[in-house]
Each structure stands twice: as structure tokens, then as C-alpha cells.
């Protein structure tokens, strides 16, 4: 829908007239650089042309009146700015919720409430759709009241919502790509300093084929918060003989020396994923910068058998779909892409061999799961913004 359409939409729920805004966040895809974020690492996503779109019209009382054409079934859900609490029963909303707490949490204080209306139109789950909403509600937030934010204080705004107003345990990734995206680049985004480098997504004759696999995750009831414990006790004992603060400050070469200190092996196995996968990822940006793509393509695919075999993030769902895309004429890379666990995968595949590619993986992965994959090429837009 475009801003009008969504202007209307709003109208049809709550009511016209009083100074409607819409603002848009994308959901995003990460290339290469899975669960470093919140170790320290390089990652390299890119924010998607599809995302969650919010209208929005400030009330003069201090009352929250929420609406999601996703999940009309609710119908309109009440709150207020008294109420920044987290209730389970609230669903969705606690979202939008945590980042008005989030704001107040530094000192910006929300004088009035708002009718909400979300609209999203992110394929599937696992491609950062709650990253998007808690983006384009700072970006509302800021515009309607005029708080001294950047894009980059709504992406951390954003994080620190998520892990302490819903108790998931991210890194600042997703936020940072749907605040910062910009069309056609994916981003080099150092998360320990948040220095960042757009890179140009120049893929020649091949895409990016992002696969839904349809089957659902939820990252907070997964295993994401204990892999994060896991590469912290990791860290812990690295500690006693290294001086470092993350544990993507080692190379692959620093981690085998040391590696032996780490008191539990299943931790062990996540920090070495974790040290590797940095390595790769600056590898795989190399590479794309000097249109490698077959090398890109090769890192790919490890950083996909990393994900299976050392961090344990994937699902036999998954590990179905990255073998089968292995399979095809003109893929040259594929892995699971996101939290982990069910979502979405990404293969690089050459344009012209695309359609066989779909034909082939879904039908072998229906035949395999009983599900039905979803099929996308990935298509790179700009980050969070106010659309009218």
C-alpha cells in the first residue's frame, strides 16, 4: 500500500481529520556475519524494500489505541502511557510499548498518546520484522515530538527496548541496517564501534533468492539468549589469559592458541564459530568489493555449515533447504540467514537459472518437510523515514 492507501486504512479503524503521519522501517537480510553482533564482530546486512509501515495521529490524553491489519483478529488494543509495562497478554504491542519505555528510559518524556495503525509486509519470519517495528516507532516518536535522536540513537533506542522491556537478548544489527539502510548497499557495520561502510551490492549476473522456509521460530522461547550465555562463559575464560573485551577481537590463529582455556567444549564450539565467522565476513565484503563472487559464494556456504555444525542455530527444515540449494545449476552459496531456527534462508544464484532453482528446492523440500518454501529475490531499499 502506498502512503495514501495507508492514510485511509488508518481512517477506516480510528477516524479522519487531526495531523496523520506515515512513517516506514524495512526489515532486513543479513549476507554474512550471523551472531557476532553481539560478540564484537563485522556484520554485513542490507534493509529490505519491504519493511513495517506505522500511521499515526498524536491525542490530546495520555491514552495508546493500537491497530495491526496483520493481526486484525485483535481488533483495537488500549493502553496508556501510565502503562509501560510489559504484559504478555499484550502480544504485538509490547513492541511499540518498549520503545515508548525505552525513550522515557533517557529522559524523553511522552506528553501525549497516539492512535496507531501498523501495517507489515515483511515475507515470513527470521528477516528482523520486530526490529522494523521498534525503527519506524522511534522514527514516529521523534518526528511528533521533536526528540534530538539520529538514526542511530532510534537503532541502539531500539536494542535496549528489545532486551530489556522484551527479554530478547539481540545485538544491534537488525536495528542499525532498518535505521541506517540505503538503497542497493549492504552495510559493513563494525558492532563494537558502530563504524559502518556502505558497500555497493554488485552482483552481476547473479541474485540474492531469499527462501522462507514456513517454519515459524520465536527467537525469546529459542535457543538464541543461551547461545549468547554460551560464547559469554567463553569470553569469561578467554579473559583469564587475553586481554579482550569481545571475542571477535581474535583471529582465527590467536583463538587456536588459547582456545584450550575454555572450561566447557559446547562453549568452546560457539566461540569458535563466532572468532571464524568474523573472519569470514571480512573476507566475504573483500571479495564482493573486488567482484569475487564465487569466493563470496564459497563463504557463504561455510558460514552456513558453521551455523549447523559449531553454533547449532539451524533446524532439519533449514539444513533441507540449504542442501537442496547446494544442489542447483548456478547456485554458488547458500545458508540460513537471521536469529536461527526456522526463517528464512539466502543462495546466490544466477539469474537466469532462478526459476529451476525455485521449481526444484521447493518441490524437493515440500516432498522432504511437508511445507511449502516461499521464494523471493532480495531487493535492497532505505532505512527508516517519515513517507507523508
Not at 495531523?19 to 549476507?31: H, T
Not at 521523534?142 to 537503532?155: G, K, L, N, S, W
Not at 558492532?191 to 514456513?214: E, F, H, M, Q, W
Request: glycine share 10%; hydrophobic share 35%.
Amino acid at each position: 500500500m502506498d502512503a495514501q492507501e495507508l492514510k485511509k486504512s488508518f481512517e477506516k479503524v480510528f477516524s479522519s481529520g487531526g495531523d496523520i503521519r506515515v512513517f516506514f522501517a524495512p526489515g532486513r537480510v543479513n549476507l554474512i556475519g550471523e551472531h557476532i553482533d553481539y560478540n564484537g564482530g563485522h556484520v554485513f546486512p542490507c534493509a529490505l524494500k519491504n519493511g513495517n509501515y506505522a500511521v499515526a495521529r498524536r491525542r490530546e490524553d495520555r491514552k495508546l489505541r493500537f491497530f495491526s491489519e496483520n493481526f486484525r483478529h485483535g481488533g483495537i488494543l488500549e493502553s496508556s502511557l501510565d502503562d509501560l509495562v510489559f504484559h504478555k497478554e499484550a502480544g504485538w504491542t509490547n513492541y511499540p510499548k518498549g520503545v515508548l519505555w525505552a525513550f522515557e528510559q533517557r529522559g524523553m518524556k511522552i506528553p501525549y498518546g497516539f492512535d496507531l495503525y501498523v501495517y507489515g509486509d515483511i515475507p515470513g519470519s527470521g528477516l528482523s520484522s520486530s526490529a522494523a517495528l521498534e525503527v519506524v516507532i522511534g522514527t514516529m516518536l521523534a518526528d511528533f515530538y521533536h526528540f534530538p535522536v539520529t538514526p542511530t540513537d532510534i537503532a541502539l533506542i531500539g536494542q535496549f527496548s528489545e532486551n530489556r522491556f522484551n527479554g530478547m537478548n539481540c545485538g544491534i544489527m537488525d536495528q542499525f541496517a532498518s535505521a541506517m539502510g540505503k538503497k542497493d548497499h549492504a552495510i559493513f557495520l563494525d558492532c563494537a564501534t558502530l563504524k559502518y561502510l556502505y558497500v555497493p551490492l554488485v552482483l552481476g549476473d547473479y541474485r540474492i533468492v531469499v527462501t522462507n522456509s514456513n517454519k515459524p521460530h520465536s527467537l525469546t522461547a529459542s535457543h538464541y539468549n543461551d547461545r549468547r550465555r554460551e560464547c559469554e562463559s567463553a569470553l569469561h575464560d578467554l579473559q583469564k589469559v587475553v586481554k579482550i573485551q569481545h571475542l571477535c577481537e581474535l583471529t582465527p590463529e590467536q583463538f587456536g592458541a588459547v582456545e584450550s582455556v575454555i572450561s566447557s567444549p559446547i562453549a568452546a564450539r560457539r566461540a569458535r564459530f563466532a572468532v571464524f565467522e568474523e573472519d569470514r565476513t571480512k573476507e566475504a565484503v573483500k571479495a564482493l568489493q573486488k567482484n569475487d563472487l564465487l569466493r563470496f559464494g564459497n563463504l557463504i556456504n561455510e558460514s552456513g555449515d558453521g551455523l549447523e555444525f559449531e553454533y547449532d542455530a539451524t533446524c532439519p527444515e533449514i539444513d533441507v533447504l540449504v542442501e537442496e540449494a547446494r544442489k542447483q545449476k548456478g547456485c554458488i552459496g547458500s545458508r540460513e540467514t537471521g536469529g536461527g531456527w526456522g526463517g528464512n534462508t539466502i543462495s546466490l544464484v544466477k539469474k537466469e537459472d532462478i526459476p529451476a532453482f525455485e521449481a526444484n528446492v521447493g518441490k524437493a523440500y515440500t516432498a522432504k518437510t511437508s511445507l511449502t518454501a516461499d521464494f523471493h529475490i532480495l531487493e535492497v531499499g532505505d532505512g527508516g523515514r517519515r513517507l507523508f
